[in-house]
């Protein structure tokens, strides 16, 4: 969706668009408080790591260039990076020693000469694409720095912005800040946008001598406006500004951004019954008149199309529903799962890479796997695809308009004709021609009579 903001053109995209871009997305954060062997900007928000949103964001906001900074020998974050930008440029930041430090760790980005130098931080995931944007416009209309403030509701621990009416002087840190600069509600989002020509000369002259001894890149705002430079404000909300350190937080984020995207697929067209318990995932797409009912969740990679109907209890994952299909209540669509156009797929179905055609069946307690169901054919209530034999996955194929009874079993590999029919209970192990009825099951016995010369032997005496 594009609820992050990731639009490739708006209203507001205006000289900017020429200008070259470089993002620095700082991700050498220890995350300690995250309490996890997963480093921080790797944790996920609606499906996608933070630092996947941070570069799609900055991406759709026109940076060409995106410079990642992380910590020692964090390989698995310069992977994460890569895998969603191939072209990311990794620099490594070998001591933690405060923002501005982190950010001349990619001097050799910045020394290239974009215009633009937007700076992110990994673990500041939900700043859209337009905020990006509005700062890159305040580069283009001559600021040498700008800044997003934000009112806070506790300001404690955040960069106060000093100002003098609409001039922004500073931005004082809580920790050096004095009394009444504490009073400031106006807080530093963190994140910020340098003009390229002046960049590398106000980073270096950043300083280390302040409360805790560390490298300040919020310092850059006085020094440039020490030096006549214009400075810039812009306000965002805290909501859009917060940043992750802890669980409690990621899931605030998760909240945060979840509101987003189902406002997002609501305004365009969705219905939500009950938007509050549908979970989306940043890439979910949708088309017109999709239906989703109570409870349901997309993981990544979801495709719904025109006029489909998620019933409750769903989850759907790596999947493509086709126009008018209908899925759950209580389905699991697992990666790979195709439906064609008005598919159905009932209660406690589970399909996992497998294409079923248009107009296919599956309505009851059925497991579908690496399987390919051709047009019109129905898949009876009960009915396994066997994909595994220990050690190896196999396919099945069934073909248009064929019928498979319930309650049958489907040893793949195996091939299963168009219009053939499987009787219910069968185990089918080899493959079945088209048009062709099957059976693979025992033949039944019935013995007329049986029942009484049981009863008498082993029943109750003289009470039936
Ligand atoms: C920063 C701002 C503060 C602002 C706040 C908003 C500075 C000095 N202060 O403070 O004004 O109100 O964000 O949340 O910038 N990082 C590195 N290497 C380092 C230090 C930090 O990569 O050496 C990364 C962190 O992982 C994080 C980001 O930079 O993603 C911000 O650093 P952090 O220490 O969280 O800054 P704050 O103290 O929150
Ligand atoms: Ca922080």
Redesign the pocket.
Same mark, same amino acid.
């Given at each position: 969706m594009t609820t992050s903001g990731e639009r490739a053109s708006s209203p507001s995209a205006r000289n900017h668009d020429a200008r070259r871009c470089l993002a620095v997305v700082?991700?050498?954060?220890?995350?300690t408080r995250m309490r996890s062997r997963r480093p921080?900007?790797l944790h996920e928000v609606a499906g996608r790591s933070m630092l996947g949103h941070v570069l799609a964001t900055t991406t759709a906001a026109g940076a060409g260039e995106i410079a990642v900074?992380v910590?020692p020998d964090r390989d698995d974050v310069a992977a994460a990076a890569k895998k969603a930008i191939p072209a990311a440029e990794i620099h490594e930041?070998r001591?933690?020693?405060? !923002?501005?430090?982190?950010v001349l760790a990619a001097r050799a980005a910045i020394a290239r000469g974009a215009e633009d130098v937007i700076i992110a931080?990994? $673990? !500041?995931p939900l700043v859209t694409a337009e905020t990006f944007r509005r700062l890159r416009e305040a580069l283009a209309d001559g600021a040498a720095v700008a800044v997003l403030g934000f009112e806070a509701a506790d300001p404690t +621990?955040?960069?106060r912005l000093v100002r003098d009416g609409d001039a922004l002087l500073a #931005?004082r840190?809580?920790k050096d800040a004095s009394a009444s600069e504490r009073a400031i509600t106006l807080? %530093?989002? +963190?994140v910020m946008a340098l003009a390229g020509s002046t960049a590398i000369a106000l980073l270096e002259a950043v300083g280390n001598s302040n409360a805790k001894g560390?490298?300040?890149? !919020? $310092?850059v705002v006085e020094i440039a406006h020490r030096r006549g430079l214009a400075t810039r404000a812009l306000t965002v909300s805290e909501d859009e #500004?917060q +940043?992750v %350190?802890d669980r409690a937080q990621l899931a605030q984020a998760e909240a945060s951004f979840q509101k987003r995207l189902r406002g997002a697929a609501l305004a365009m067209g969705v219905t939500l019954v009950a938007p509050d318990t549908v979970f989306l995932s940043a890439d979910t797409a949708f088309g017109t008149d999709v239906v989703v009912e109570p409870n349901v969740i997309f993981g990544p990679g979801v495709t719904i199309g025109d006029g489909a109907v998620i019933h409750a209890f769903s989850h759907i994952e790596g999947a493509t529903v086709g126009a008018g299909a209908s899925v759950g209540p209580f389905a699991r669509l697992r990666p790979g799962a195709d439906l064609g156009e008005g598919a159905r797929v009932g209660n406690f179905v589970e399909i996992k890479a497998a294409t079923l055609g248009a107009g296919a069946k599956v309505n009851h307690l059925t497991y579908i796997g690496d399987a390919s169901v051709g047009a019109a054919t129905n898949i009876g209530a009960g009915t396994i695809t066997c994909n595994y034999d220990g050690f190896r996955k196999h396919r099945t194929t069934i073909g248009a308009n064929a019928f498979i009874g319930s309650n049958s079993s489907l040893v793949a590999p195996v091939t299963i004709g168009d219009g053939a029919f499987v009787g219910s209970g069968s185990v089918i192990t080899a493959d079945v021609p088209a048009d062709a009825l099957a059976l693979g099951r025992g033949r039944q016995a019935v013995k007329e009579g049986w029942v009484p010369l049981f009863r008498d032997k082993f029943g109750p005496k003289g009470d039936h």
């Open positions: 700082l991700a050498a954060g220890e995350g921080k900007v900074v910590g930041q001591e933690r020693l405060g !923002t501005a430090h982190a931080f990994g $673990d !500041t +621990g955040y960069g #931005i840190e809580h807080c %530093n989002g +963190g560390e490298y300040y890149l !919020t $310092d #500004i +940043g %350190n």
